[in-house]
């Protein structure tokens, strides 16, 4: 079992900058990748940023040069630095940590924190 605990949203202006952090635990020996996503009103949840255990990251074009995603092993936490922030990007960020156990795929899901750009 993996828990993932999501932090870090808030109330910003746009153009501000706000990083979320992702909090393993449990058997994180077993994550393989974590990743963000954001659920804006009313809309489906939608892939941000993923990086491996070995610290490569993955960002969707929308992001790219705006969002950056890293981690700190020595804490468990990934990170989602996200700068130039929009109206658009309001909304719940969730995170969470993929892990292979006998031969299948499972995904683990924090809560959400919710992040809200004001025009």
């Known amino acids: 079992q993996v828990q993932v605990v999501e932090s870090g949203g808030g109330l910003v202006q746009a153009g501000g900058s706000l990083r979320l952090s992702c909090a393993a635990s449990?058997?994180?020996?077993?994550?393989?990748?974590q990743g963000w996503y954001h659920q804006a009103p009313g809309k489906q949840r939608e892939w941000v940023a993923t990086?491996?255990?070995?610290?490569?990251?993955n960002c969707a074009d929308s992001v790219k040069g705006r969002f950056t995603i890293f981690r700190d092993n020595a804490k468990n936490t990934v990170y989602l630095q996200m700068n130039s922030l929009k109206p658009e990007d309001t909304g719940v960020y969730f995170c969470?940590?993929?892990?292979?156990?006998?031969?299948?795929?499972?995904?683990?899901w924090g809560p959400g924190t919710q992040v809200t750009v004001s025009s």
């Open positions: 969470d940590a993929r892990v292979v156990q006998g031969g299948s795929e499972y995904r683990y």
């Open positions: 449990g058997s994180i020996f077993s994550i393989y990748a």
């Open positions: 990086i491996t255990r070995g610290g490569s990251p």
